[in-house]
Structure formats: C-alpha cells, structure tokens
C-alpha cells in the first residue's frame, strides 16, 4: 500500500501562484511514477501532469503546459505541482496519483490515490 497526503491548496487570484505538494509513506516512492489529476464540480477528472519515477521525464496536458511544473523529491518522499499563472479554470480538486507500472495521462493505470486538495482561482 502507498499513502498519498496532498497540500498546499488555497485561493489565489488569477495570474498567482501555488505550490502542491504529496507526501507519501509506505512502499517504496521511488518504485512509482506519480501524477497529478483534478476534477472539478460537475466535470470528469482529467489529468494534469506525471513525472516518471527517476524524475527524468515529466509529461502534462496541454491546457497547463508552459504554466505548471511537476517535480520530485524520492529522498523526501514527495511530489510537487507548482503551478503559475493561474486561471479561474484551474479551480478543482487537485489528487496525487502513484502507478507502478505506467507513466501517463490514464487515470486508470494508476494504483494509489490521495484525498485531494482545493484549489479555487478568483477572476
């Protein structure tokens, strides 16, 4: 098993900023590529970014490309999504996501989950 705890959600107003961060414990981190997803009201949750699990290659959607950066720390255990420029459409909730098998935008290859944090932008 692989716990996830996601952070740093808040308000910000359009064009700030905001870190994430996912802290995991359990299995190994390092054995897992991590992801990002969100889901907001009324929506599908869609991904946002993933990192493989030696931090060598990041991958992310295209609506959040050139604005948010994913990173990884396997010392520390943890992942990161820092996002600028923020838009009122970023507004969701943001999930952590592991997979021990795949590095990518599909939800369903992906083993562990957090619980989420809010993000919420202001126009």
């Known amino acids: 098993q692989v716990q996830l705890v996601e952070s740093g959600g808040g308000l910000v107003q359009a064009g700030g900023s905001l870190r994430l961060s996912c802290a995991a414990s359990?299995?190994?981190?390092?054995?897992?590529?991590m992801g990002w997803f969100r889901q907001a009201p009324g929506k599908e949750r869609e991904f946002v970014a993933a990192?493989?699990?030696?931090?060598?290659?990041?991958f992310y959607a295209d609506s959040v490309k050139g604005r948010f950066t994913i990173s990884r720390d396997n010392a520390r255990n943890t992942v990161y999504l820092q996002m600028t420029s923020l838009r009122p459409e970023d507004t969701a909730f943001y999930y952590c996501?592991?997979?021990?098998?795949?590095?990518?935008?599909?939800?369903?290859?992906?083993?562990?989950w957090g619980q989420g944090t809010q993000v919420t932008v202001s126009s």
């Open positions: 359990g299995r190994t981190f390092s054995n897992y590529h």
């Open positions: 990192i493989r699990w030696n931090g060598r290659n990041q």
């Open positions: 996501a592991a997979s021990s098998a795949t590095y990518g935008s599909n939800r369903y290859e992906y083993d562990y």
